[in-house]
């Protein structure tokens, strides 16, 4: 069974700094795709980032990066210039080709103060 | 290109009646998913369909709960006799095809509240 860890409950960062949320699973696959999705108080799951467990390359999106750690089965996301708007809850998932669901985590609260 | 649709946003319905939630996939996706988010937790997996066609339903409770996508229309929960229990926020996401390369697009949800 794949198992998503979100071991941080709530952060808390300054406008125009740099936070890392945690993540960290487990799976026997070889292929899968981690994400990370947004929920802001509008409670819409938003995605973030993706990545595919193939690629060595770490996924950037603008502001968003990850560190994915396939070895340690790690995959952590780095907001950099932290803006008010990314105060929300960020939820780590994880897929397999072996089936169709996503497995998420418990989420993490992300303030981001003024 | 309007993203996942789902009706109502807010749901609220007395103990033992009967919950409908609809969710109507992104343009070009034939891949339905259901998940249900309870209060301080994260998304659970609840049921995966394709037009007509049951997927995997793995996650979802065996008695009072299915779903359908039907050809033509919107993807329906269904919730019968409605326990406090059931009260949370359900998910409805698609994709374009049911592979590993395909990104899950989450409608804004239902947030169902029992009396």
């Known amino acids: 069974a794949q198992t998503v860890t979100q071991s941080q409950p709530e952060m808390s960062v300054q406008e125009a700094e740099t936070v890392t949320l945690s993540c960290t699973y487990d799976?026997?696959?070889?292929?899968?795709?981690l994400f990370w999705y947004k929920q802001p108080p509008s409670r819409q799951m938003i995605l973030v980032i993706r990545q595919e467990a193939y690629k060595q390359q770490n996924a950037t999106e603008n502001r968003f990066s990850v560190n994915f750690q396939k070895a340690a089965k790690s995959f952590s996301l780095k907001i950099s210039d932290s803006q008010l708007g990314d105060t929300a809850m960020y939820f780590c998932a994880f897929y397999t080709g072996a089936n169709s669901k996503l497995t998420f985590g418990k989420g993490i609260t992300l303030s981001v103060r003024p | 290109n309007a993203g996942v649709m789902q009706n109502p946003r807010h749901l609220v319905r007395r103990r033992g009646q009967e919950a409908r939630l609809r969710c109507s996939p992104m343009k070009g996706h034939s891949h339905v998913y259901w998940y249900r988010q309870l209060p301080e937790e994260g998304l659970k997996f609840m049921v995966y369909?394709?037009?007509?066609?049951?997927?995997?339903e793995s996650g979802m409770p065996k008695e009072r709960f299915s779903a359908e996508f039907p050809k033509e229309g919107p993807s329906i929960l269904r919730i019968q006799q409605v326990v406090r229990g059931d009260s949370a926020a359900y998910f409805c996401?698609?994709?374009?095809?049911?592979?590993?390369?395909?990104?899950?697009?989450f409608g804004p949800g239902t947030r169902l509240t029992v009396l």
């Open positions: 996401a698609s994709s374009p095809g049911g592979s590993g390369t395909d990104t899950q697009y």
């Open positions: 369909l394709q037009k007509e066609n049951i997927i995997d």
């Open positions: 799976t026997s696959e070889s292929n899968y795709y």
